[in-house]
C-alpha cells in the first residue's frame, strides 16, 4: 500500500495526477496486475477525463456547480460544504486501473484527476496493486 | 462470495452498512486483498460519504432529487421508477476497497453507504476477496 | 488483457455489452476471479442498469441531458462536445465484477451498458482478469 499526498490550491479543483501516480508506482517497483487508486476523503473524489485543453476541466466544474450549487437555502449541515460532499459522491472515490510495465493502461486523451471540491487542502490518495 | 442482505425502510434512504459488511468480512475470515463490492440491483446503487452528521446523507438526496425529480412528465417508463434507475447510475453499483487485517481501509470521515432510491425493499450486497 | 471493439450508431446512446463481453471472456477461457472492464476514451464511459424495458435507458440519456444540455453558452471547450465529458465522468470508465465459471455475477434485470455521449464512434472496451 502506497500513499501519495497531493496539495490542492483552490476551493474547487480537477487536478491531474497520473504523473504523480506512475511516479510513485515505478519507486515502489510495481510492474503489472490490477492497481486499485482511493481517495479517504468525503468532499474530494477522483474521476478520469482528458486534460489536453484545460477548458474541459473548467466545463466539468462549472457544469456541477451548476447542477449542484454551492449555496442552496436547501442544504441542512452546519458545516456549509454540503456540495462538496454531493459532487464527490457524484465522481466516486475508487478506480481501479490495469498497470502494464509500470504505466497505467489509460487512453491517450485521458489523465487521472484529483477532484478537490472543499480546498484548499492536503488530501491523499492510497494505491494497492494486485499482481497478475 | 459473501451475499450480505439488508432491509431497507424508505422510498429513498442512504444506509450506513460499513460495520455490516466488516462483521460479514470477519465471519468469512477475510483478511487482506482487494474487496469487492457489488449492488446486484438497478435501482439501488453504493457510494461513500461522512455519516458524522446525519444532515449530509440528507442533503445528498436533496440534492439528487433536485438534479432528478422522481415525478417528471418527460419520463416514459411505466414502472414510474425512472428517478430511482438514473440516481443509481449516479452513485454507481461497485466499489472495490482494499482490506488491512480484516478491515476496510476508509478515511476518518467515510462511510460504506447502500443508496436505496425505490424502497423500502431487501437489498442484497455481495462481496468477493482477491487476496494480497 | 483482452480488447473489444464496439461501434456506436447515434450520438448519444447507451450501448448493451454484456452478451459481447461475455463472448468475449469465454472464447479467452478465463473463469473465475475479478473482471476489470475499462473505457478508454472521455466522451464514454460504462454504467449498469436494466434493460428489459427500454424506456428506461432512454430515461437516462433524457435525464443526463436535462441536467447537462449539450448546448450551453456558459461551456468554453472550443469542441463544443463538453456535455459529453461531464455525463462520460458522471457514469464512469471502469467497472469491476466478480467472474464465476466464466460469467459475470450480474443482478436479474442487470445489463453492462457502454455510454456514448459523442458518437457515432468506434469504441474500445478493456478487459483484464485476476484470477481467483
Not at 73 to 91: D, F, L, Q, T
Request: glycine share 6%; aromatic share 6%; net charge negative.
Amino acid at each position: 500500500m502506497i500513499t501519495v499526498e497531493i496539495e490542492t490550491t483552490a476551493r474547487q479543483e480537477l487536478v491531474r495526477i497520473t504523473r504523480r501516480l506512475t511516479q510513485a508506482v515505478q519507486e515502489a517497483g510495481w510492474q503489472n496486475g490490477l492497481c486499485q487508486i482511493f481517495v479517504p476523503h468525503t468532499t474530494a473524489g477522483i474521476t478520469i477525463n482528458e486534460n489536453a485543453d484545460p477548458d474541459v476541466v473548467r466545463d466539468i466544474l462549472y457544469s456541477l456547480e451548476r447542477q449542484v450549487p454551492s449555496a442552496d437555502p436547501g442544504y441542512r449541515h452546519v458545516e456549509g460544504n454540503s456540495a462538496a460532499h454531493i459532487k464527490a459522491s457524484m465522481m466516486g472515490f475508487s478506480l481501479t486501473l490495469i498497470l502494464s510495465n509500470g504505466r497505467f493502461v489509460l487512453g491517450r486523451w485521458q489523465d487521472i484527476l484529483l477532484c478537490e471540491f472543499d480546498g484548499p487542502r492536503r488530501r491523499q490518495v492510497i494505491l494497492e496493486l494486485i499482481p497478475s
